[in-house]
């Protein structure tokens, strides 16, 4: 299995932007289809994007399409999340996850980093 570390969450207003970054160990990354997941308080954790192994494919779930993008960067070993146009509603611990493909990442990954806080005042 590989090892995901997330970065880049913290506190932004309504309307701004931030960048996730997961870090994955190990030489077979590039195996893996990778996606993000969030939880907010007192919910379940649900499915935000995913990507396939080379880039070429993506998934969204339907209240970030248009504002948050997903992209990896193979070399070096990373899957990004940029988000755009936040809501108070993407508050949440976002987590990092891997899966052997884009289907297996959205529905039961095989690995999960331990999630960065994002939140969003209003």
């Known amino acids: 299995q590989v090892q995901l570390v997330e970065s880049g969450g913290g506190l932004v207003q309504a309307g701004g932007s931030l960048r996730l970054s997961c870090a994955a160990s190990?030489?077979?990354?590039?195996?893996?289809?990778m996606g993000w997941f969030r939880q907010a308080p007192g919910k379940e954790r649900e499915f935000v994007a995913a990507?396939?192994?080379?880039?070429?494919?993506?998934r969204y779930t339907d209240s970030v399409k248009g504002r948050f993008t997903i992209s990896r960067d193979n070399a070096k070993n990373t899957v990004y999340l940029q988000m755009s146009s936040l809501k108070p509603e993407d508050t949440a611990v976002y987590y990092c996850a891997a899966g052997d493909g884009i289907v297996v990442v959205t529905q039961a990954p095989n690995s999960w980093g331990q999630g960065t806080q994002v939140t969003v005042s209003s």
């Open positions: 990507i396939s192994t080379t880039g070429s494919i993506t």
């Open positions: 190990g030489r077979t990354f590039s195996r893996y289809a």
